[in-house]
Every structure is written in C-alpha cells, then in structure tokens.
C-alpha cells in the first residue's frame, strides 16, 4: 500500500470462508468475482491465505501458491503484501470450526477512499460502522418469503 495516497485510503475489511474439509474450491467462480471487484477497483487485494485446522483445532498457514501453483491464485499472491502475522493467523482461526478449511481474505474498500477523504474535510470523524453479513441477510429474505407464502 505504499504506492497508496494517504489522504484517499479506504477502510481495510477481512472476510474468513470457511469450507469443510475436502469440499474447498478456490477457483472458479470465487477466483472470478474477486477478479471482478479488483478489475473494478471497487476492492484492493491486500493479503490473502489459506487455514487448514485439523481435528484436534492445530491449524496450518497455506500460501496461495502451494494450493494452486500454476493457476490464478498463485497469479494473485504475486502482488499480494505480508500484512498478515502469526498472532492475526491465531485470532482468525480462531472462528474456524475444527475440520475444516478457510480462505481468508484482506482488502481495502477503495470505492469508499473518496467518500472518506471528502468527510475529512469537511470536518467529519467516522464514530462507528458495522457489517450485516450476508447469512444473516439471506434468512431474512427466506423468513420473509416464508411468511408471504403463508399467507402473512
């Protein structure tokens, strides 16, 4: 992020996908939408790393390029930073279930830099935010389909 102006940055946001063991796919249409958004400029790809956590909850740090070697991963972990550190790797994993495998992902919210740098000076000071997450979204929309086709 260094080559990033400062005064334009945008808020820095992870995302943890957690699959079960043997059933992770991080190709295809995951690998594709992120190339989207990153095309776009709507997100800036910051770090990015595979957990493995095993059964007994030991947990093991892949790179992108010993998951996919010749593919597109390994494309994106050319121009990834180590933003990441052992201590953050254990705070992350710590919302895995055991068993299980994870993509972890850190980026920048570049679509938002403008909005912030403006609110800056116009004198404004950020004093929360806050994520719906998508889960949470998609039961409500079912609860709410439920209900209409009820009758309700």
Wanted: net charge negative.
């Amino acid at each position: 992020m260094t080559d990033t102006d400062p005064t334009v940055v945008g808020p820095i946001d992870f995302i943890i996908v957690e699959f079960p063991a043997g059933e992770s796919n991080f190709n295809g249409e995951m690998i594709d939408e992120l190339g989207e958004l990153m095309d776009a400029n709507t997100i800036r790809l910051i770090d990015a790393i595979i957990l493995v956590k095993d059964a007994a909850g030991v947990v093991e740090a892949l790179e992108l390029s010993e998951v996919d070697a010749d593919g597109p991963l390994a494309e994106l972990e050319s121009e990834l930073r180590d933003f990441l550190g052992e201590d953050d790797l254990g705070n992350l994993s710590a919302a895995m279930d055991p068993g299980t495998v994870a993509g972890v992902l850190v980026y920048e919210n570049v679509w938002a830099g403008p909005f912030a740098a403006a609110a800056r000076r116009a004198g404004g000071t950020l004093v929360a935010d806050g994520r719906i997450h998508t889960q949470d979204l998609a039961a409500a929309i079912d609860a709410e389909r439920e209900l209409e086709n009820l009758g309700a």
